[in-house]
């Protein structure tokens, strides 16, 4: 079945610098990477994703790429505010298969 | 309003207890699913149902089982065979019927802890 790692698990950045979360999946048929923000004690909210046919995605402050050659995607956010501290999960699926996340990362924007 | 709605929001449980965990969407969407969330972790996926009156396991099914009588309310009873249930419970749901993936969307959550 599809594995997905995410890395770092935590991440520290300063308010305006970038923000890089990378994920890594196993299953060459999926097609499917969404990206979801966590807030504490509330549930995720999608906030990106991106289908197989496309290589990046942008909206705004966030932009997600993906590489299906190397099976990597990566989520990237500019101008960090302090709103922007949570927790981020990417997930992959093939189809209409669950899906299957990554372990997270805490973002914390400094102020 | 639509979307999600889990309830309760905070549930306690005595050892060798059952408790039945609520979700109803009012979307329309075809598939349902349940997570659960330990700190630190991830999301790991419970059972799961693509139709009415039919679901799959997922990975950490065990102690666990569902229902799916109607297309909008797909119900968690943690049994007292699941013995580590104190975690963060999640239901979400998706169209379903393409090839390409379709966006699930998630309800708030609902905490359980045994006491």
């Known amino acids: 079945g599809e594995n997905v790692e995410q890395h770092p698990s935590t991440l520290s950045v300063q308010e305006g610098d970038s923000a890089v979360i990378k994920c890594t999946y196993s299953?060459?048929?999926?097609?499917?990477f969404p990206w979801y923000k966590q807030e504490l004690g509330k549930g995720p909210q999608l906030i990106i994703d991106?289908?197989?046919?496309?290589g990046e995605k942008k909206d705004q402050r966030i932009a997600v790429t993906l590489n299906k050659t190397a099976k990597h995607f990566s989520l990237h956010i500019t101008e960090t505010q302090p709103e922007d501290s949570a927790v981020y999960f990417c997930?992959?699926?093939?189809?209409?298969?669950?899906?299957?996340f990554g372990k997270g990362t805490r973002l914390s924007v400094i102020a | 309003d639509g979307g999600i709605t889990q309830s309760p929001k905070y549930l306690f449980r005595k050892e060798g207890q059952n408790v039945t965990l609520s979700c109803e969407q009012n979307?329309?969407?075809?598939?349902m699913y349940w997570y659960r969330q330990d700190p630190g972790q991830g999301l790991r996926l419970i059972y799961y149902?693509?139709?009415?009156?039919?679901?799959q396991k997922g990975d950490i099914a065990e102690g666990y089982s569902v229902s799916r009588e109607k297309k909008e309310s797909f119900p968690l009873t943690v049994t007292s065979a699941q013995k580590n249930p104190t975690a963060f419970y999640l239901c979400?749901?998706?169209?379903?019927?393409?090839?390409?993936?379709?966006?699930?969307?998630f309800g708030e959550g609902s905490w359980l802890t045994v006491v």
């Open positions: 979400a749901s998706s169209w379903a019927g393409t090839s390409t993936g379709n966006t699930i969307y």
């Open positions: 299953d060459s048929a999926s097609n499917y």
């Open positions: 991106i289908r197989s046919n496309v």
């Open positions: 997930a992959a699926r093939s189809g209409n298969t669950p899906l299957v």
């Open positions: 979307l329309n969407h075809d598939a």
């Open positions: 149902s693509q139709i009415v009156n039919d679901f």
